[in-house]
């Protein structure tokens, strides 16, 4: 796997099945209290995906970072997301949160969120030491650098941008993200690591490793 320098590579994978990924990630959260998972990993490695299939298999709800992000900042959003959705949520309160980059731009509808036990919030950052303190659980998406570029692409393309124009924002967004994860390296506080990019991907079916990674 073709990784950033900085991250250490995960080693002895195991494929589990989505039963056993459920055992795995259900040892590592409390038993009885609410849980907060932090899905987090570099753009395109495969977050939105794991986060789905795990708030399917824990019956939790998804929040992305994406949406709190949206015409705020890209990567300095870790507040407007404590306040506006993990403090309430904390309290047992049903989450109706209009972020301000929304209110600002006109953009219609609300981040919804009802009170039940798990609460996973993937993105960029997601893992990060600020919300990282606050959580029951970090896990790191890891990806294959080229492979990661060329399913972000292909996203952005699809999007309706041209290829050119896809080129421009993602070269343009990873001089923001990288010298995050760099600084902050979320997968040293990852209790589990997911391969976002394998060699053969199975249909409900994760490989996985023990985290943190450290240098």
Same mark, same amino acid.
């Given at each position: 796997?073709?990784?950033?320098?900085?991250?250490?590579?995960?080693?002895?994978?195991?494929?589990?099945?989505? !039963?056993?990924?459920?055992?795995?990630?259900?040892?590592?959260?409390?038993?009885?209290?609410? *849980?907060? +998972? /932090? $899905? =987090? #990993?570099?753009?395109?490695?495969?977050?939105?995906?794991?986060?789905?299939?795990?708030?399917?298999?824990?019956?939790?709800? !998804?929040?992305?970072?994406?949406?709190?992000?949206?015409?705020?900042?890209?990567?300095?959003? *870790?507040? +407007? /997301? $404590? =306040? #506006?959705?993990?403090?309430?949520?904390?309290?047992?309160e049903?989450?109706?949160?209009?972020?301000?980059?929304?209110?600002?731009?006109?953009?219609?509808?609300?981040?919804?969120?009802?009170?039940?036990?798990?609460?996973?919030?993937?993105?960029?950052?997601? #893992?990060?030491?600020?919300?990282?303190?606050?959580?029951?659980?970090?896990?790191?998406?890891?990806?294959?650098?080229?492979?990661?570029?060329?399913?972000?692409?292909?996203?952005?393309?699809?999007?309706?941008r041209?290829?050119k124009?896809?080129?421009?924002?993602?070269?343009?967004?990873?001089?923001?993200?990288?010298?995050?994860?760099?600084?902050?390296?979320?997968?040293?506080?990852?209790?589990?690591?997911?391969?976002?990019?394998?060699?053969?991907?199975?249909?409900?079916?994760?490989?996985?490793?023990?985290?943190?990674?450290?240098?």
């Amino acid at each position: 796997m073709h990784l950033h320098p900085e991250e250490p590579e995960a080693r002895s994978w195991v494929s589990v099945d989505d !039963v056993e990924l459920a055992v795995r990630v259900r040892a590592l959260l409390p038993a009885e209290n609410l *849980a907060l +998972v /932090l $899905v =987090d #990993g570099r753009s395109g490695s495969g977050k939105s995906t794991f986060a789905e299939r795990l708030a399917r298999i824990l019956d939790g709800a !998804v929040v992305h970072s994406d949406d709190i992000a949206w015409h705020h900042d890209p990567i300095d959003w *870790a507040e +407007v /997301l $404590v =306040d #506006g959705v993990i403090a309430p949520w904390r309290r047992g309160e049903a989450v109706c949160f209009h972020p301000p980059g929304w209110v600002e731009n006109g953009r219609p509808g609300v981040i919804e969120v009802p009170p039940q036990r798990t609460l996973i919030i993937e993105g960029v950052g997601a #893992g990060r030491s600020g919300l990282a303190a606050r959580a029951e659980l970090v896990v790191w998406i890891q990806s294959d650098r080229d492979e990661a570029r060329r399913r972000g692409l292909q996203r952005d393309v699809e999007l309706g941008r041209t290829p050119k124009e896809a080129e421009v924002f993602w070269d343009k967004w990873m001089r923001s993200e990288e010298p995050f994860l760099a600084n902050d390296r979320p997968w040293s506080r990852a209790s589990l690591v997911v391969n976002g990019t394998p060699p053969i991907a199975m249909r409900a079916h994760s490989d996985i490793a023990r985290g943190p990674l450290d240098v």
